[in-house]
């Protein structure tokens, strides 16, 4: 039995294997990947299905994001004929080619966790709402490559040389009163347990460190009681601001959307300042073309985005934002 199929599917190659081979090239032409990224534009999320606070608004606020591919041969090509794709050379990337998927997908996990954590934070302080802060913590977001230890993207910081690590500046103060080169006991929350690592004091620009740059995540009960809801592929800290905006909204008594669609990006601190982010060319590309109303836009990247709206003509209004309070006072008296 199975030599008859052998030899019909033999048979069948020998007749065709000239279109074949051509279906094999033609396949290869179109997928074959090349070390370039090819952004395309960018598109917006509704905030109305990420919180879960009821809303009384009769407009909405949405998040703005890039759309990135991988270039294959065809779109590598097209990306000459079409103004408004932008191709990049995988080399040119600032991803750090030492780091994993794996811990460059965690920092980012990292980054939405702290933007989520600052925006709830800004929009009840500002709403005169309830919010207690319990506790505060330190994730590492990055460790650098001059470093020497065995903590890892992800960690928490528990304590070093058994002093606890409750707020950022005991935990530099403890540091410079170390000896450089010293080694370290530091304990980290990884996968829930808590372990032993090591590392090594530095000296950089007169200040002692081991190597690591953290995001500090708070732990808070708010009234009302407040979800989010993100998928599990949404990352990335640029959405702080429109989120705590939308908020906002939501918890006091008027609605600021007045019937409007507003997008926007933007990084939040603590202190409720929106910060620069990267692609506001094709955010806002996707901003007008889901036919947006107001696109906010940090004030570091506003020349960027003036300068889009004016060589593609947009008519869409773009607001400068230096924090929380001007977007709101924006929405207010317009």
Request: net charge negative; aromatic share 12%; proline share 2%.
């Amino acid at each position: 039995m199975f030599s008859k199929i052998y030899e019909k599917i033999k048979g069948f190659i020998k007749k065709n294997y000239k279109e074949i081979i051509v279906y094999i090239l033609i396949f290869l032409f179109l997928t074959f990947p090349l070390p370039y990224y090819i952004y395309i534009g960018g598109g917006i999320i509704d905030l109305n299905d990420r919180i879960s606070l009821e809303s009384n608004e009769e407009g909405s606020y949405n998040l703005a994001y890039v759309k990135q591919i991988n270039a294959t041969i065809p779109t590598y090509l097209l990306s000459f004929v079409i103004d408004s794709w932008t191709l990049e050379s995988v080399s040119n990337s600032s991803i750090d080619s030492e780091e994993s998927m794996s811990d460059i997908s965690e920092r980012e996990r990292i980054y939405l966790e702290e933007a989520n954590n600052h925006a709830i934070l800004n929009a009840y302080r500002l709403a005169g709402r309830d919010i207690d802060i319990k506790s505060s913590s330190y994730k590492v977001i990055y460790v650098s490559s001059e470093s020497e230890t065995d903590i890892k993207i992800g960690d928490t910081l528990v304590s070093v040389n058994g002093i606890s690590v409750n707020n950022n500046s005991e935990y530099k103060e403890y540091l410079n009163s170390l000896e450089v080169n010293d080694n370290l006991n530091v304990k980290v929350i990884r996968d829930d347990k808590e372990i032993d690592c090591y590392a090594k004091l530095k000296e950089l620009d007169g200040e002692k460190i081991i190597g690591l740059y953290m995001a500090n995540i708070y732990d808070f009960e708010v009234d009302p009681e407040i979800e989010l809801y993100f998928n599990w592929n949404e990352s990335g800290p640029s959405g702080g601001f429109m989120l705590s905006l939308a908020i906002y909204d939501r918890l006091v008594d008027s609605d600021l959307t007045k019937g409007r669609k507003i997008v926007g990006t933007g990084t939040i601190d603590q202190e409720g300042r929106v910060g620069e982010i990267g692609g506001v060319t094709y955010k806002l590309m996707g901003a007008v073309d889901n036919k947006a109303d107001i696109f906010f836009v940090p004030t570091a990247n506003y020349e960027e985005a003036m300068e889009t709206k004016e060589k593609y003509d947009y008519d869409i209004d773009i607001v400068q934002v230096e924090t929380l309070v001007d977007a709101i006072k924006y929405l207010e008296e317009n």
